[in-house]
C-alpha cells in the first residue's frame, strides 16, 4: 500500500502517523485502509491512559504485549491507528484521545464529523 495514493482528512496525502510502534492495518506506519479493512483503522489518535483504559474495558487490549503478532503494547504518548467507530465510542463517553489530522485517513470522515476531529487535533491552529 502506497500512503500517496490515500489522502488524509484535508485531501492532501496521508502523513506517516508512527513507525515506533508500527501502526496501520497494513503495519506500513500509516491509516492506511481497503475494503479488507473491516475495522476502518484511519484515525491517528495519541495515546493517553484514559483512552487505553476505556479501551482496555471495552475488550481491546491495546496494553498488554503480543509478542507472537509483533505487537508491543501501547503506553500514554504512542500514535496508534484507532478504529473510527472505537475513537467515536470514546468520544461519547468523554475519553476520545487527541488526534493527528494530517495522518488521519479521509474515510475517517465517513463515520466521524469534522467538526469532531477538529476539536481533537493537535496540528491543526
Not at 77 to 106: H, M, Q, S, Y
Amino acid at each position: 500500500m502506497n500512503n500517496q495514493s490515500q489522502l488524509n482528512i484535508f485531501q492532501e496525502s496521508l502523513e506517516n502517523c508512527s513507525c515506533d510502534p508500527m501502526t496501520g492495518f497494513f503495519r506500513t506506519g500509516c491509516c492506511e485502509t481497503n475494503h479488507h479493512d473491516v475495522g476502518t483503522h484511519t484515525v491517528c489518535a495519541l495515546m493517553d491512559r484514559n483512552f487505553l483504559q476505556f479501551s482496555f474495558n471495552q475488550g481491546n487490549d491495546l496494553i498488554t504485549p503480543v509478542p507472537e503478532y509483533d505487537f508491543p503494547g501501547l503506553k500514554p504518548g504512542d500514535k496508534w491507528c484507532l478504529c473510527a467507530n472505537r475513537w467515536l465510542e470514546a468520544f461519547e463517553a468523554g475519553v476520545a484521545p487527541k488526534i493527528i489530522a494530517k495522518a488521519t485517513n479521509l474515510k475517517t470522515l465517513d463515520i466521524i464529523p469534522i467538526d469532531k476531529i477538529k476539536k481533537f487535533a493537535l496540528d491543526i491552529v
